[in-house]
């Protein structure tokens, strides 16, 4: 009878542990060993996260999201707004600008729209474990959206690099949805740069703002010199282990969803984890930005931590 009561309260104790270590886990656990990013890698990331905020101003000479004193687009330099109807459900609106202050010429993607069909097509389309890509796996709809933006844009890219010479980057950037399309773009555009006038690999980049997980973990590291992930606290899509075409299916039943992850996530090993080469993580270098820590209340100056996954 002893025996049977101490099991008993090994196995309370045991699920009172795990509850608690879930229910007090935050973003910022995810990145306490990190290093803190410098001032220098992190200074584009503002400024490319405005160019974003554009793709969803309905007019540019009348920003919705007006910046206090930061970073400003010059409307001269837009060379190109794409919207849904011109698209045809085949990526999400696009923007194409030429920053000549700081030398870079950018494709900036919007995020998942709600309202749109077509984005739900792009993020449902995945066959887990049937679409690899350069020795590694990869969002089968985001690599499809990603290749049809390069067949698009390629001329135009080309000729705006090669027109304002050499020493521009080319930057790629994407909320959301669109950092997926963004990332895998850029992916193909370091392996094919002859499409792009011969472009060096060290003057692509690509900024991926709330990543979507959309490549294995082998691809996210091999890519980490050109691809920066920038991670809100507890930015949930990016961090949950579930793909996101799978809470998108459930989202009437997310919370039953979500229990039953958890609850399977708990009892499979980390190391199993890691070894399933189909398995979509974020892609590239990550930077995760924390401003709340637990049981402090309000924020505090936020602190940029960084490193390589893996």
Not at 26 to 36: L, V
Not at 143 to 162: F, G, I, N, P, V
Not at 229 to 239: A, E, N, Y
Not at 266 to 278: Q, V
């Given at each position: 009878m002893s025996v049977s009561c101490g099991v008993e309260c090994v196995l309370v104790l045991g699920c009172l542990r795990w509850g608690w270590k879930r229910c007090t886990y935050i973003g910022n656990n995810d990145s306490e060993t990190w290093p803190t990013a410098t001032v220098d890698e992190f200074e584009p990331v503002p400024r490319i996260c405005r160019i974003v905020l554009a793709v969803y101003e309905e007019d540019l000479r009348k920003p919705q999201f007006e910046p206090d004193g930061g970073y400003r687009l010059n409307q001269d330099w837009?060379?190109?707004?794409?919207?849904?109807?011109?698209?045809?459900?085949?990526?999400?609106?696009y923007l194409i600008y030429a920053d000549h202050d700081h030398r870079e010429i950018v494709l900036a993607i919007r995020g998942l729209n709600l309202a749109k069909e077509s984005d739900y097509k792009l993020l449902l389309d995945n066959r887990l474990g049937m679409q690899m890509f350069d020795g590694g796996y990869v969002h089968y709809g985001l690599l499809k959206s990603a290749t049809w933006l390069l067949d698009q844009e390629s001329e135009t890219l080309k000729r705006l690099w090669m027109e304002n010479g050499s020493s521009y980057k080319m930057v790629f950037a994407g909320h959301s949805l669109g950092s997926g399309i963004a990332a895998?773009?850029?992916?193909?555009?370091?392996?094919?740069?002859?499409?792009?006038?011969?472009?060096?690999?060290?003057?692509?980049?690509?900024?991926?703002?709330?990543?979507?997980?959309?490549?294995?973990?082998?691809?996210?590291?091999?890519?980490?010199?050109?691809?920066?992930?920038?991670?809100?606290?507890?930015?949930?899509?990016?961090?949950?282990?579930?793909?996101?075409?799978?809470?998108?299916?459930?989202?009437?039943?997310?919370?039953?969803?979500?229990?039953?992850?958890?609850?399977?996530?708990?009892?499979?090993?980390?190391?199993?984890?890691?070894?399933?080469?189909?398995?979509?993580?974020?892609?590239?270098?990550?930077?995760?930005?924390?401003?709340?820590?637990?049981?402090r209340c309000g924020r505090y100056p936020p602190e940029v931590r960084t490193a390589i996954p893996g």
């Amino acid at each position: 009878m002893s025996v049977s009561c101490g099991v008993e309260c090994v196995l309370v104790l045991g699920c009172l542990r795990w509850g608690w270590k879930r229910c007090t886990y935050i973003g910022n656990n995810d990145s306490e060993t990190w290093p803190t990013a410098t001032v220098d890698e992190f200074e584009p990331v503002p400024r490319i996260c405005r160019i974003v905020l554009a793709v969803y101003e309905e007019d540019l000479r009348k920003p919705q999201f007006e910046p206090d004193g930061g970073y400003r687009l010059n409307q001269d330099w837009v060379i190109k707004r794409v919207t849904y109807e011109q698209t045809h459900g085949n990526a999400p609106p696009y923007l194409i600008y030429a920053d000549h202050d700081h030398r870079e010429i950018v494709l900036a993607i919007r995020g998942l729209n709600l309202a749109k069909e077509s984005d739900y097509k792009l993020l449902l389309d995945n066959r887990l474990g049937m679409q690899m890509f350069d020795g590694g796996y990869v969002h089968y709809g985001l690599l499809k959206s990603a290749t049809w933006l390069l067949d698009q844009e390629s001329e135009t890219l080309k000729r705006l690099w090669m027109e304002n010479g050499s020493s521009y980057k080319m930057v790629f950037a994407g909320h959301s949805l669109g950092s997926g399309i963004a990332a895998l773009l850029t992916v193909i555009v370091v392996n094919h740069r002859d499409k792009l006038g011969g472009i060096p690999r060290s003057n692509v980049q690509c900024y991926s703002i709330a990543p979507a997980r959309c490549m294995s973990l082998n691809l996210a590291v091999k890519y980490a010199d050109v691809i920066q992930s920038i991670v809100l606290q507890d930015d949930f899509l990016p961090r949950t282990p579930t793909p996101l075409e799978d809470i998108f299916k459930s989202l009437f039943c997310l919370p039953c969803l979500l229990f039953l992850v958890c609850l399977r996530d708990t009892f499979i090993a980390e190391g199993r984890k890691l070894r399933d080469p189909r398995r979509l993580y974020a892609p590239g270098r990550m930077y995760h930005i924390v401003e709340r820590k637990f049981c402090r209340c309000g924020r505090y100056p936020p602190e940029v931590r960084t490193a390589i996954p893996g």
